[in-house]
Antibody
Framework: QVQLVQSGAEVKKPGASVRISCKAS????????MHWVRQAPGQGLEWIGM????????NYARKLQGRVSMTGDTSTTTVYMDLSSLTFEDTAVYYC????????????????WGQGTLVSVSS | DIQMTQSPSSLSASVGDRVTITCRAS??????LNWYQQRPGKAPKLLIY???GLQSGVPSRFSVSGSGTDFTLTISSLQPEDFATYYC?????????FGQGTKVEAK
């Protein structure tokens, strides 16, 4: 069965960086794009960006470009999201999500999600 | 960017009620419009993809209508497990964008 298992909660100070991992299993890792979505406390969902694990190409939200980086390791079927220069506004639950839509040429949509990783930015 | 607007932001309903949530896009989504359900403390769950596809395992009481820029999610007979927040998401172009959510609460 498809599983996306994320790394644990992080507490960071403003200005620091964080790396979150998302280990995929139960499917062909390189066949599906992976996206990252975040949710600030009590707020809605915000798209961060995506990575094609096959070739490594990425596409980031304009708002976070320059601070976000996504990479994939095909040997461990894991994708990583790095976010630098953290501010209080980056406090959120971060989700990885598998994109089935582009695989089926039905746009972008997410059929499996990780359990979420809480990143707290606090001084 | 395509802006997604849901209405209402919240609603109160009882088990057995028919519930309707609307989602409007600022420009056409080419019918790449998806719906998710999120229960508190949980990851979102895909309900509907590409405007009309019912995700495997999702009960048939969930249905959708609409095209282009205006879409509706209907729950025909609300069940206890349906009290949650619902999000629409356009899957047409990046940046991908979500509606602000509709919270369905018990009356």
């Amino acid at each position: 069965q498809v599983q996306l298992v994320q790394s644990g909660a992080e507490v960071k100070k403003p200005g620091a960086s964080v790396r979150i991992s998302c280990k995929a299993s139960g499917y062909t890792f390189t066949s599906y794009n992976m996206h990252w979505v975040r949710q600030a406390p009590g707020q809605g969902l915000e798209w961060i960006g995506m990575i094609n694990p096959s070739g490594g190409s990425t596409n980031y939200a304009r708002k976070l470009q320059g601070r976000v980086s996504m990479t994939g390791d095909t040997s461990t079927t894991t994708v990583y999201m790095d976010l630098s220069s953290l501010t209080f506004e980056d406090t959120a639950v971060y989700y990885c999500a598998r994109d089935r839509g582009t695989m089926l040429r039905l746009g972008y949509y997410f059929d499996y999600w990780g359990q979420g990783t809480l990143v707290s930015v606090s001084s | 960017d395509i802006q997604m607007t849901q209405s209402p932001s919240s609603l109160s309903a009882s088990v057995g009620d028919r519930v309707t949530i609307t989602c409007r896009a600022s420009q056409t989504t080419s019918d790449y419009l998806n719906w998710y359900q999120q229960r508190p403390g949980k990851a979102p769950k895909l309900l509907i993809y590409a405007a009309s596809g019912l995700q495997s395992g999702v009960p048939s009481r969930f249905s959708v209508s609409g095209s282009g820029t205006d879409f509706t999610l209907t729950i025909s007979s609300l069940q206890p497990e349906d009290f949650a927040t619902y999000y629409c998401q356009q899957g047409s172009t990046t940046p991908l964008t979500f509606g602000q959510g509709t919270k369905v609460e018990a009356k």
